[in-house]
């Protein structure tokens, strides 16, 4: 059997990964978007005019170019043709409020945006307002003074590459804050590229790979999985415009996909499909999760129903993203998010930076060429996030002593009851092995006795069951202070746009009401 991956030679600069994908494999088919597939040929082509058009509106070396799109070959033109001229990428949600978008457009100073035409009426307000944003353009537009189709066609000439050097900015990724204003991670083309390419060797991702990116392509995961490893290899993309579970299956079945990247609860959703069998998944070499801890028990319905193996991995939009992942041969720890990929060193430390004992829980920080430049125009939350040169994730983990980590929570989710630390993906991974839960998620609540107490919010499939039959079923298995004192159930938790759920809204919905729900 021939060797996958590891046969190409990846740069420091993520344009120079497609040229080269673009010289050794012209004709294999870079990206499927419905019925429209492309060469790579083409793509590097379709990348030029971009740039060119760019640069004749006066956009250029070290400018910031905002895109709000959802998953489609504009994306993925632009993300490229951007990074071809030198100037960076900011991505932006297309779903945000016009605050929202107002405040990063403001904070990164993009000189222009590329947006899909849903987004105009949210973007001609913030306009008004913002010197620095010089170009709007519209996707999937007519009547609006620059579009998509004119930037293509504004400029045929070949368009000369400027010098790119390896720290110079690529990305500005702004990271949801849970206080304050989101803060604007600065990736450079080293920190994304090195990435990418630790992710094709320990994937083994080569140019017969077909990935499904139905991620969010403006967020880290789906940006550095789906999209620059596999550019990077002369692998197919598999275009997907937004999850839905049947339509995943469809596409891994019909186009023989090899790769899915995934939250959990998409695993979870797509077990939930009774139709789905493990020949639909035939041709899927591996499944990746991140965005959240996978519960165990769903990593195992999963795998057992369609027999592939699940590889759990962690990041965050500061590492770009990958951290750590379960290797693709060799042992798979379930409930762990692997070992340290290449290059990138993490231990974990108690409150004074001290490396803990194999086994012990602290704060887990990260050394690694993946690793962010730093906060936009935020000296202090930069200083705050570094020390000693180590990068201080705020995430809880232990490790144990082949090297596997495990993330026990994030360090300002946990729960203190009466004196005793509460780890919520504990309570979670208890509830989850209940057969009607669906969906869980635990949070602190105030008590006057305790000081805290957990509520879970659940998800269940069968209306039939009761707080009481949730407490039972957790008694059983749980220490009396780590049981829930409230549970609430809800049609569908509230999740962010890769679909991790937001225990912050569920904390706030708590504050409101802070009344038992039976």
Not at 45 to 58: F, K, N, R, T
Not at 257 to 278: D, H, K, R, W
Not at 489 to 518: A, Q
Request: with cysteine.
């Amino acid at each position: 059997m021939r060797r996958r991956g590891g046969n190409h030679l990846m740069s420091n600069n993520l344009y120079e990964n497609l040229k080269s994908s673009a010289s050794n494999f012209p004709e294999s088919i870079a990206y499927i978007y419905g019925v429209k597939s492309v060469t790579y040929r083409e793509l590097n082509q379709q990348v030029d005019q971009l740039a060119a058009g760019l640069s004749a509106q006066g956009i250029g070396k070290g400018d910031g170019v905002a895109l709000l799109l959802g998953n489609s070959p504009e994306f993925l033109i632009a993300y490229y043709g951007i990074l071809r001229l030198g100037a960076f990428v900011v991505p932006i949600n297309p779903l945000f409020t016009q605050g929202e978008i107002s405040y990063i457009l403001d904070n990164s100073q993009a000189k222009a945006v590329i947006a899909h035409v849903s987004v105009e009426p949210k973007l001609s307000e913030v306009k008004k307002q913002l010197e620095n944003l010089k170009l709007d353009i519209y996707t999937e537009a007519e009547n609006q003074e620059w579009t998509w189709e004119h930037l293509m066609e504004s400029s045929l000439n070949v368009y000369g590459s400027p010098f790119i050097e390896q720290e110079d900015l690529a990305v500005i990724l702004y990271t949801s804050g849970t206080t304050g204003k989101p803060k604007g991670a600065m990736l450079s083309h080293r920190n994304l590229a090195s990435n990418a390419d630790s992710i094709s060797k320990l994937l083994e991702l080569d140019e017969n790979d077909r990935v499904v990116a139905v991620l969010p392509m403006f967020h880290v995961f789906c940006m550095t999985v789906c999209l620059n490893a596999p550019i990077a290899c002369g692998a197919t993309v598999l275009i997907q415009p937004k999850f839905s579970p049947v339509e995943v299956v469809s596409t891994i079945r019909e186009r023989k996909a090899t790769v899915f990247a995934g939250v959990p609860t998409m695993y979870s959703f797509i077990n939930q499909l009774p139709e789905a069998t493990a020949e639909d998944f035939q041709t899927i070499r591996m499944c990746i999760s991140g965005g959240a801890s996978i519960p165990v028990e769903l990593l195992h319905k999963f795998e057992n129903k369609f027999n592939v193996p699940i590889l759990e991995g962690y990041g965050l939009s500061e590492t770009a993203p990958l951290v750590a992942i379960n290797p693709l041969k060799g042992t798979r720890k379930p409930g762990s998010i692997g070992l340290n990929i290449p290059a990138v060193h993490s231990k974990v430390v108690d409150e004074f930076g001290k490396e803990l004992p194999r086994g012990e829980v602290g704060e887990l920080v990260v050394q690694g060429p993946n690793v962010m430049k730093g906060y936009l125009g935020m000296p202090e939350a930069t200083s705050a996030a570094f020390k000693d040169g180590w990068f201080y994730t705020g995430d809880l983990a232990t490790m144990d002593e082949e090297g596997y980590i495990y993330i026990v929570d994030r360090k300002k989710d946990m729960i203190i009851v009466g004196g005793y630390n509460v780890y919520p993906r504990e309570v979670e991974e208890v509830l989850y092995q209940h057969p009607a839960v669906v969906e869980a998620a635990v949070v602190g609540v105030p008590d006057g006795e305790y000081g805290e107490s957990v509520k879970a919010f659940v998800v269940v499939k069968d209306e039939q069951i009761t707080m009481n039959d949730i407490i039972q079923f957790c008694k059983e298995r749980l220490v009396k202070y780590k049981l829930p004192k409230q549970v609430e159930f809800f049609k569908e938790l509230p999740k962010n746009s890769t679909g991790k759920i937001l225990r912050r809204e569920l904390r706030e919905l708590t504050e409101v009401t802070n009344e038992p729900t039976y």
